[in-house]
């Protein structure tokens, strides 16, 4: 999840790109993309982004044993 670490922002656009490849229903990704901008202004500054890789996407990838 390092493609974003040089971006200052990330738009919904590009959350949604990125997520796309983990099977997740558009419904499913809108929750996420919700949970993660805490400023609630539709795009993801840099903190928004770290807390969420923390809360959730690094525990999700640490129980992934198979990487599937």
């Known amino acids: 999840m390092n493609q974003f670490k040089d971006k200052k922002q990330i738009s919904k656009e590009d959350f949604f790109n990125t997520f796309r490849y983990y099977n997740l229903t558009h419904q499913e990704m809108l929750e996420l993309f919700s949970f993660a901008n805490i400023k609630k202004d539709g795009i993801l500054n840099q903190d928004e982004w ?10 999700f990838v640490n129980c992934d044993y198979n990487k599937d």
């Open 50 to 59: 770290n807390a969420f890789v923390q809360l959730f996407v690094k525990p």
